[in-house]
């Protein structure tokens, strides 16, 4: 059997987890878009994608609507450092390209990743070259004007030997659209002793639904750190990102921060394979869910050699009587020495820190809010300045909406 016919067969294969969707409730049809500047875009596309970190200040930029790429552009000072492409002229420029495509997430994995393969809708490549040290985020944005469109995106990164980079990835849509789905492939390459960020701010809709499906692979000494930020409500959400540490010393970091809200059902986290002598993993995250949101957190640890330590954390802070919050840590031993460990813990505001707080001149809402926002610190993250502002705000007013 060709790959092909495998891949059309796996259109009909439901994720592991997460709801199953029908790929036929979805449209194909969607305008051109033509090249613009970020300038030139219509307001209510750069306001919305200003929410999510991207507004044309980063070393690079790629920016696709719908199935257009309309902009991107390389900083002039970052030139000969870093490469931002269309996959299509990453295919057009280099022949190692397609060795690397579809070499880490299978396309026959399940009907999202089939509808990646068959129905493509461009995406980004960004190389960072060899010993760049890239001062400023490069930014991409994806975003859906179009409603009930499927939007099927595969990006490729290469961070080369001893580089340094931090990517911004803001997804959203245009404020008409009310549904659809957003397929994400993404392929990530770190390289020896290089060090990439990633983080990924999403900002949908009550009936949207998005399937990211992302993996890495982390040569000797390279770090990959990953966070993700969705604090709007959405309609389903479903993504369980990988890391293979196959390099001696190599590092990764998830970091999730959730905010269930509406009916949202969210099944998000992150695993890791710890293959390299003295490899490390971290999986934290932070949830909280309100109304009738369901919000499940997994982590999963995979110690394949000695000499390897992963942790996996998650707490949750329920808000409603109707929401739920599920923790599903996951430890795999399989060699002596492996050092593996989980902790979680769901739980209500604090009756304790609310009077607390009321004793020193808070009310009962304030008091709350206050927690909440503590809760969902986004310092961890260590966003850049701008885009971590922006969280904030997004934060501040969900806690402000408590009283």
Not at 94 to 108: A, G, M, Q, S
Not at 219 to 226: M, P
């Amino acid at each position: 059997m060709s790959r092909e016919e495998k891949v059309r067969r796996a259109l009909g294969k439901p994720a592991r987890y997460g709801p199953d969707l029908d790929l036929k409730a979805y449209v194909r049809e969607a305008r051109e878009w033509p090249t613009a500047s970020i300038e030139e875009l219509p307001k209510e596309v750069t306001g919305r994608a200003s929410e999510v970190g991207v507004d044309g200040s980063g070393s690079g930029v790629y920016f696709q609507v719908d199935r257009s790429v309309v902009y991107r552009a390389v900083e002039r000072m970052y030139e000969g450092k870093v490469e931002v492409l269309s996959v299509r002229e990453a295919f057009e420029k280099y022949d190692w390209v397609e060795k690397l495509f579809w070499k880490l997430v299978e396309p026959d994995t399940d009907k999202y990743t089939a509808l990646a393969y068959l129905e493509p809708d461009e995406g980004y490549f960004i190389r960072i070259h060899r010993g760049a040290k890239v001062e400023r985020p490069i930014q991409t944005c994806m975003f859906v004007s179009t409603d009930k469109l499927d939007q099927n995106v595969h990006n490729l990164i290469v961070a080369e030997e001893g580089s340094e980079a931090h990517i911004i990835t803001g997804c959203t849509l245009h404020p008409t659209v009310r549904s659809g789905l957003h397929v994400g492939v993404s392929e990530f390459y770190v390289k020896r002793g290089a060090k990439l960020t990633f983080s990924m701010v999403h900002a949908w809709a009550e009936g949207f639904d998005v399937r990211p499906r992302s993996r890495a692979v982390l040569e000797d000494d390279a770090t990959f750190v990953s966070n993700y930020v969705c604090l709007k409500p959405v309609r389903t959400f479903q993504a369980l990102p990988e890391a293979l540490c196959e390099g001696k010393n190599s590092r990764v970091r998830f970091n999730t921060v959730i905010y269930g809200s509406g009916s949202s059902v969210i099944d998000v986290g992150a695993r890791a394979m710890l293959r390299g002598a003295g490899s490390r993993a971290e999986i934290v995250s932070r949830v909280v869910a309100s109304d009738s949101s369901e919000v499940c957190a997994r982590g999963v640890l995979i110690g394949e050699v000695g000499d390897v330590r992963g942790h996996t954390e998650c707490m949750g802070l329920l808000l409603s009587e109707d929401a739920s919050i599920r923790a599903i840590p996951e430890l795999v031993g399989r060699s002596v020495g492996a050092e593996l460990t989980h902790e979680a813990a769901i739980g209500k505001i604090s009756e304790e820190q609310v009077e607390y707080l009321m004793a020193r001149g808070f009310s009962r809402e304030e008091a709350e809010s206050l927690i909440v926002r503590g809760f969902m610190d986004v310092g961890m993250l260590k966003l850049p300045a701008g885009l971590e502002e922006k969280v904030k705000e997004t934060v501040d007013s969900i806690a402000r909406k408590m009283y």
